[in-house]
């Protein structure tokens, strides 16, 4: 098994979650509905067709991922190191986050953790059973902003849902704007974490520390580059957008001019 096929279980999984709620939230509109509005029988036909076939590809996608675990576990123990092993199976077989496997396994922190992965990827990369991950600095910053689009939509359902709560149906806002917003968080969500993984991959092959936390703090947690200056103790918020564009470069990811990249970041940063 290759890294892509690893990280298509990733992608599946973060999938089927999405998939889930869709269902949940369906199947809770069906109830709401039914006996409350028969005179449009077609209006809980329709729920009805969009729940079967929600079901149907549901089904189809849990064949689909465990077929994909057992290729992941024989993936996995390929690494001779055991603990790492124990690492992998926590976080891609079992959905940990890797903050989640520091402490279920006594580690001392994510990091630690995420470098022991790391060496073990490039283990395999050596051995030909790994596949290396390369996202150009353009695949980071649209990442970032599915971030950033899914982050201000969970913002916009918060206040939404205060204003029904405080004062109950009204002509501008209802339970009608609460269910289409969370299809579109739903959406995004569903978008973002199916790149999470490559990012997530990628992240784990940067081989200088500091550089890697610079990008997990900005493209992942969505922090400003000042903020991730602050955090890490870096001379100024420019100093790390440079350190992470010059990386960038010597492995040749920047598929834009130095220049258009640098206003880029610069833009992420504000």
Not at 55 to 62: A, G
Not at 97 to 103: K, L, R
Not at 233 to 259: F, I, P, W
Request: with cysteine.
């Amino acid at each position: 098994m290759r890294m892509h096929e690893l990280r298509k279980l990733a992608k599946m999984t973060a999938e089927l979650s999405e998939m889930e709620l869709i269902l949940s939230t369906l199947k809770e509109y069906h109830a709401a509905i039914e006996g409350v509005i028969e005179d449009i029988p077609d209006t809980i036909s329709d729920v009805s067709d969009d729940i079967n076939e929600v079901e149907r590809s549901l089904e189809e996608l849990r064949r689909s991922i465990s077929e994909e675990r057992e290729k992941t576990e024989q993936f996995i123990s390929l690494i001779p190191d055991g603990r790492t092993q124990i690492y992998m199976r926590l976080h891609y077989l079992k959905g940990l986050s890797w903050e989640d496997v520091a402490t279920v396994t006594d580690t001392k922190s994510a990091g630690v953790v995420r470098e022991r992965v790391a060496q073990g990827l490039r283990y395999l990369r050596g051995t030909d059973n790994g596949e290396q991950v390369e996202l150009s600095t353009t695949d980071m910053s649209e990442f970032a902003a599915l971030s950033t689009a899914l982050s201000r939509k969970e913002m916009t359902l918060a206040a939404v849902r205060k204003h029904i709560s405080g004062s109950g149906y009204s002509d501008d806002v209802s339970n009608d704007d609460v269910l289409a917003l969370e299809f579109e968080i739903s959406e995004l969500r569903c978008r973002r974490d199916g790149r999470l993984a490559d990012v997530e991959c990628f992240l784990e092959t940067v081989d200088i520390p500091i550089v890697g936390l610079y990008m997990r703090l900005h493209f992942i947690k969505g922090l400003a580059w000042k903020e991730v200056s602050d955090i890490t103790g870096a001379k100024s918020g420019n100093a790390a957008r440079t350190r992470v564009l010059r990386y960038m470069k010597a492995r040749g990811l920047d598929r834009q001019a130095e220049d258009s990249v640098a206003a880029q970041l610069k833009t992420k940063g504000r």
